[in-house]
């Protein structure tokens, strides 16, 4: 039948030349690809680590920041900024705009429990600000440090909706840990293990800028009219404290003054700066902490050694930032980027106790080191080989002129963070200081409105719980605009704020340095009283002179608690690491065999079988030629752990007992060429006690080849970075008898752990 030509079809005019399919068929149109507003910025969004107030020079502190100090002067600081007092926390808080306890993160993701509060989870109602802009048209990247994803999903059978891609960033290059060694770091790119760099000049913080610098130029090539959100987490300045030798030498001699001078300089530079007002007051010193005129040569020496590698390390990262921040400058759309730079997740760190240690988890382990455990090992800080930490002195220094540090949320010390915040199209005047009262949880609802992008009610399905955090924008072009933010709960492991126009009522649970903490009663524990309005420094304690203004806000304290999930209270140290203790879940499960059939690396220790307290064999069906060498099993690196190896021909087990004792075993007789069943068996003998001694048992098909005691066993924890790996070593060594990767020499056809429950 043929179609008259004089009939009108109603078809829409066509505007391109592509024909329709059919003759009643519409021209054809793909989707729109979604688009951003119209002027929406480019966001860079910097997050440091373990910072005190009073260290980096931008701020008065003794530590030269020179790109800090350049942002500064070309944008502004804010001095009334606040954190949770710990890492995990205040970066759900910052990524969600909820509350850390809202957003499932009340602690560290390795002392969590099953409190909607504290499961270590960022729930699907919480959804990030890298979610939403994605959905509204940005591209998202997160470089650097990730401890926001269940330790027992971090292994590579994921699941991997709670990894940085499923948590709305395109790109993820970084780690998978609250902290990692900066030399022989463990990494991955999106949900790809990529193991642990080998260069002999690596630095963690040098291929973190590189890896943003190179993202940014593929996407400003590619898509250069895309708004770009980058997050960007170096590691630093948590431990290990590490840096480059050349710059470690710079400091030598610069701290001999020690930690109490220090705070009264850093404290008249604040008030020069007009960073700190001319009414503040220089808190005390805490009573257990010793003064610097107190303590002999030998602490002096090991204490000024590590406060000049902490400055190195803090001077490292500022060069590394500063990178990146140069590399910004020159882009073509550099005026209309909105630079966030938080100098800090929390206050300086305590967790170093009051010697310092050369190993953090030491600490996490309820062990202290002391000053003569470390002293023949001074020139060995600040290099691989140890994950070293300064002491609790030093920290409180940093926090200057504050009170405590980190973990104390109820203090300052612990939640006082400064921020850098530049936006040359919205305000282009710089070198000025901003003093309204923020939280971490502002910077989320500030970036999507910089965005010009909605708070949604629903993101992926899931009803939102709304964003608690305030727009701050207005105080950015303004001075003198109204505090956005007038009220907010503060609350660590029982460390306890409450903020209230001015007022802060705090209890403190536990003094930082002290890793074991008796009984706590949270009805009966004393709180006190500051108005910041008049005292910038919480010096001046008003419990008694206002007694009824501190039972308002204990009140409000307990409300906003119960309405935000930060109930119930708890505030164990070192046994939350531990997964039996807690019920956390793990891959491991109920099994007591563990069976694995050739190489397999990069396992982390909280998805692995737990070998802490208890008795375990190692099983290893092997051909192997002549004095052949290799890693058969290895549960941890120079933090703590156990390795199962030969060497030279020699079958060997060890233990390392926190970095304090290395214990070793070798076989009596090389293990000859050919097909072998090599065992070890380690015999707990501390019953229901935890880090007791034990024996361990060599076999070679069967036979006793050796035999020896390991005093002393870690309680609680490896490393919070190490892995277990079966036929190699991905990271650092458990004995410097070997060198990594020591890949096993021969045929490793199966491995088998046999735990006793």
Known sequence: MAIRDDITLGLPERTSPIRPVGIFSPAPQFPAPIKAPDGAPNVLLVLLDDVGFGQFSVTGGGVPSPAMNTLAEEGVTYTNFHTTALCSPTRAALLTGRNHNVAGTGVITELATGYDGYTGIIPKDTATVAEVLKQNGYVTSWIGKNHNTPIYETSKVGPFDHWPNGLGFDYFYGFMAGDTNQIRPYLFENQTAIGTPEEDDYFLSVDLADHTINWLKEIEAIQPDKPWFAYLAPAATHSPHQAPKELIAKYKGKFDMGWDVYRQQTFERQKEMGIIPETAQLTARPGSLAAWDSLNADQKRLYTRMMEVFAAYGEHVDQQVGRVLDYVETLPDADNTMIIYIIGDNGASAEGGFDGTLNENAFFNAYLMKTEDMLSRIDEIGTELHFNHFPSG?????????QWTKQVASHLGGVRNPMLVKWPERYSKGGQIRRQFLHVIDVAPTILAAAGVAQPRSVNGTVQTPIQGKDFLSTLSDANAPEVRTSQYFEMVSNRGMYQNGWWAASLAFEP????????????????????????????????????????????????????????????????????????????????????????????????????????????????????????????GNTGGWAFYMKDGRLKAAHNFIDVQVYTIESEVDVPAGEHELEMEFSYQGG??????????????????????????????????????????????????????????GTLEQVVVDVKK
């Open 688 to 745: 229901e006690e935890m880090g007791k001694s034990g024996e361990v048992t060599l076999l070679v098909d069967g036979r006793r080849a050796g035999r020896g005691t390991i005093e002393r066993t870690t309680p609680f924890k490896y490393s919070l970075s190490e892995n277990q790996d079966v036929g190699s070593d991905t990271g650092t060594p458990v004995t410097y008898d070997y060198t990594p990767p020591f890949d096993f020499q």
């Open 394 to 402: 030093w920290a409180w220094a940093m926090n200057s002129p504050f």
């Open 513 to 636: 340095w002290d890793p074991v903490r008796g009984e706590f009663d949270p009805f009966t524990a004393e709180w006190e009283l500051y108005n910041l309005n008049e005292d910038f420094s919480q010096a001046d304690n008003l419990a008694d002179k206002y007694p009824e203004k501190l039972e308002q806000l204990k009140a409000l304290w307990w409300a906003q608690a119960a309405a935000n999930k930060a109930l119930p209270l708890d505030w164990r140290g070192a046994e939350r690491f531990s997964a039996e203790f807690t019920g956390k879940p793990n891959l491991a499960g109920d099994r007591s065999r563990f069976v694995y059939e050739g190489m397999l690396t990069g396992l982390p220790e909280s998805s692995a079988p737990d070998l802490k307290n208890k008795s375990f064999s190692i099983t290893a069906n092997v051909t192997v030629d002549e004095k052949a060498s290799g890693m058969i099993f290895t549960q941890g």
